[in-house]
Structures are given as structure tokens and as C-alpha cells.
């Protein structure tokens, strides 16, 4: 698949990119997506959460009512679960949700989300360009003339500059990363891609094994 080299202009440079067909053009694999994705949202949770069980209560242990003769149901102290301010039955603790995916799935789940993204024609290779200095003017400027400036985009860049993702940093439908750090989730987040020149070789040699 070839696409036109356009400069921050939007304006056609001549060039042209080849994109690897292994890479952008493979059946995808939505269930191989499915499992990438659900590691990549399961690795941003904390795991902090957490409810005090009967045991953790502060509160006088009590018992309430005597055993027998009451007409109801036997009562413990007032931490009780059934009470209202009582402990809580297997509530949550603190855990770590991670888990492990194979290297290889994982490759096949991030070369389906771009074969995704080829078929749907939403990738834009633009060439290699930085900022002196954060400019989100500037930053939404370009995205106008690439004209994605409308739908959620994620830049992406051969190496990290600073001053490229501070531009974009405030911007909702923006996200800057670089290529070394591309992820299943943020591919399909996104509804058009934008790929420096230089990024695309980092891609292939990436995804090669």
C-alpha cells in the first residue's frame, strides 16, 4: 500500500511511503484486539479499592439481644453485616488486575488495529517535523491542514519531542506517542492516524520478527 508524503501544510511533497503489507495489510485478528485491549485497560486500573468487613469496624462488640426468646432472628454485636453501619461481606480488597499476554499475540492484536485503520483509509503520512517551542495553535493549525482535525487523531512520532506532545497535551481529540510506544487500544481510539516518515521504518522493524 503506498501513500503520499504530505508536509504540515497538507500540501502533496512527491514522495511517496510503502507500507508493509505484513504490517498494514494482514487479516485482522479481533479477538487477539479483544485480549490487548482488555490487559492495556486492566494495567491502568490501581487496584486501591477497598471496604471494611466485620472485623474492621470500630464499634462496641455487644451482643444486642439475648439468643432465644426474642421472636426474631439470632443478633450478633452491632458491626453486623445485616445492621445498617455494619461491616461488609466480601467486600473489595486490593489487587493487582495485570496479567500476561504473549509477545507474539500481542504484535498480532497492534498489526490488526493498523491493518484496521489501512482498510478504513485513515492513516496520513506526514513528514518529519518539531516544534521550537509548545504551540497548540500551531498543533491544531497542522491538524486542520491534514484535515483530521475533526475526528480524534494520534500522532504518531519516530522519537519523543517535548514540545510536540505539550502542544497537543490539552487538546481532547489529540494523543502524541512514539512509535516504539504504539499499543492496541490508542490505534483504535483514534479515528485517523497520523505516521511521521521516519516513524513508518520504526514500525516495520518493530513488527518484523
Known sequence: MEL?????K???TGRKVTLNDAIFGIEPNDHA????VKQYLANQ?????????RSEISGSTRKLIRQKGGGGARR????????VGGGRVFG???RDYRFKLNKKLKNLA???ALSYKAKENAIVVVEDFSFDVPKTKEFISIAENLKVADRRLLLVLSERNNFVYL???NLKKADVIIASDINTYNVLNAKNLVLTESSVAILENLFKA
Open 33 to 36: 484486539i479483544y485480549l490487548d
Open 10 to 12: 497538507g500540501e502533496d
Open 167 to 169: 502542544s497537543a497535551r
Open 4 to 8: 503520499n508524503v504530505v508536509n504540515i
Open 92 to 94: 473489595p480488597k486490593p
Open 76 to 83: 450478633g454485636d452491632i458491626n453486623s453485616p445485616v445492621l
Open 110 to 112: 497492534r498489526k490488526s
Open 45 to 53: 486500573r490501581q487496584g486501591t479499592h477497598k471496604s471494611k468487613e
